[in-house]
């Protein structure tokens, strides 16, 4: 059976500092892998959706970059951190297989809180 | 611990008539409850919440849910279905801030 691990669960850091969030899935080959955000107070936002190794695409512009070293490995980084980037992180994958019959499933989430 | 159930994985309905998605949940607090939709291609999009305010909770596109809390539930209901609603509909229960637990997801089909 495929799960999906993100980690860690709670992080603090101070404004300035850098970030790394990291997802791994096991038991599948290939799936689309995403990092999507929930600010206070809004809905799921996506950040990053990636089909392959290398490959990324951004949907917002903003102070994060994410990096797909490993077909089953997502990492959400940052140099520098902002306020505004606290918030909840969830990754999340798909098997990609029809654009109609994609099934997202979610990792546990992170939330970040930077001070 | 909290869990979110969504009964059905599949709801097929007709164009025009009513929709209905399931969802139960179970949490030692006082949640925070969501359904966010997805389209194809399309990230996820909130459709609704409840926050402990009006049990009634209307959304976007004509959808809307009612917190019950005795029975556990928070039922999406739309009294017209369209074809645009077809797409994944997840429900969401919060505690606090930190902790957010996904239902597995219910597909909508809309037969013309």
């Known amino acids: 059976s495929q799960t999906i691990h993100q980690w860690p669960a709670t992080l603090v850091q101070p404004v300035g500092s850098p970030l790394s969030l990291e997802c791994t899935v096991e038991?599948?080959?290939?799936?689309?892998l995403y990092w999507y955000r929930q600010a206070a107070g809004r809905g799921l936002q996506l950040l990053f959706y990636?089909?392959?190794?290398?490959?990324i695409s951004s949907e917002v512009p903003q102070n994060l970059s994410a990096s797909r070293p490993q077909d089953r490995q997502f990492i959400l980084s940052s140099k520098k951190l902002l306020l505004s980037d606290s918030g909840f992180y969830l990754c999340?994958?798909?098997?990609?297989?029809?654009?109609?019959?994609?099934?997202?499933?979610f990792g546990s989430g992170t939330q970040l809180s930077v001070l | 611990a909290q869990s979110v159930t969504q009964l059905d994985s599949h709801v097929s309905v007709s164009e025009g008539t009513p929709v209905l998605l399931r969802c139960n949940y179970s949490?030692?607090?006082?949640?925070?409850l969501f359904w966010y939709v997805q389209h194809p291609n399309k990230g996820l999009q909130l459709l609704l919440k409840?926050?402990?305010?009006?049990?009634l909770v209307k959304g976007i596109n004509g959808f809307e849910a009612e917190f019950k809390k005795s029975e556990t539930s928070f039922h999406l209901t739309k009294p017209s279905a369209h074809m645009s609603d077809a797409a994944e509909y997840f429900c969401?229960?919060?505690?606090?801030?930190?902790?957010?637990?996904f239902g597995t997801g219910t597909k909508l089909q809309v037969i013309p």
């Open positions: 409840y926050t402990s305010a009006a049990t």
């Open positions: 999340a994958w798909s098997l990609g297989q029809s654009a109609t019959n994609e099934k997202l499933f």
């Open positions: 038991g599948t080959s290939n799936p689309n």
């Open positions: 969401v229960v919060r505690e606090g801030y930190q902790k957010v637990t």
């Open positions: 949490s030692s607090y006082s949640p925070s």
């Open positions: 990636s089909v392959g190794i290398g490959q």
